[in-house]
């Protein structure tokens, strides 16, 4: 496994996949890391749908808003992961909301979402974090239940390209000591 800094440094969005399959392992291996992200109380939210069937991508792609620049990865990668979280879990206690942003599940899910992106990276697989979509008409598509939300989708597969690497802030743009 390459070198976590190296991993953040190197991971980017892709857009565009090869034929190649993503393999058992490499999906076991990423939903694994998964497994393993911090969430809200250790509530674990997410749940995390798989979907390989052509039909089923070509759905998930007319749910795109138009001019989504990922809607050929919906349908070219091999896979595709939708990252769904169960309402009313990560930040309620005893089914009291209990932080000022309500519903906390779209941080855990941040999380979730970026280990996976992260562990496919690490197997020299690629993937691009889908948001701009038809929520309901996706969650309709994979059968969600009403108690969760669909909120991202992660096409993911071999990168058929290298894309290049964005203009980043440095470190002292964004970081304050003590006080703002």
Same mark, same amino acid.
């Given at each position: ?26 999906l ?59 309402? %009313? #879990? ?5 089914? @009291?909301?209990? !932080?000022?942003?309500?519903? &906390? ?20 697989l ?13 969650k309709q ?5 009403e108690?969760?939300e669909?909120v991202?989708?992660l096409?993911l ?6 894309? %290049? #690497? ?5 470190? @002292?743009?964004? !970081?304050?000591?003590?006080? &703002?």
């Amino acid at each position: 496994m390459a070198d976590f800094m190296e991993l953040v440094r190197t991971r980017r969005t892709v857009r565009k996949f090869t034929e190649d399959e993503v393999t058992a392992d490499q999906l076991n291996t990423i939903l694994e890391a998964a497994r393993w992200t911090p969430s809200w109380a250790n509530t674990q939210c997410w749940e995390i749908v798989t979907v390989t069937r052509q039909d089923l991508k070509e759905s998930l792609q007319e749910t795109l808003f138009k001019g989504n620049p990922a809607s050929k990865a919906m349908t070219q990668a091999p896979v595709v992961l939708a990252i769904c979280g169960r309402k %009313q #879990t990560s930040g309620y206690y005893k089914g @009291e909301v209990t !932080t000022k942003f309500g519903d &906390w599940l779209l941080f855990d899910l941040g999380l979730v979402t970026q280990s996976i992106s992260l562990a496919a990276h690490s197997l020299g697989l690629s993937s691009v974090i889908v948001g701009l979509f038809d929520h309901d008409k996706a969650k309709q598509v994979l059968q969600i239940p009403e108690d969760s939300e669909l909120v991202a989708m992660l096409p993911l597969g071999h990168p058929a390209q290298e894309p %290049q #690497t964005p203009d980043r802030r440095g470190v @002292e743009d964004f !970081t304050h000591s003590e006080t &703002w």
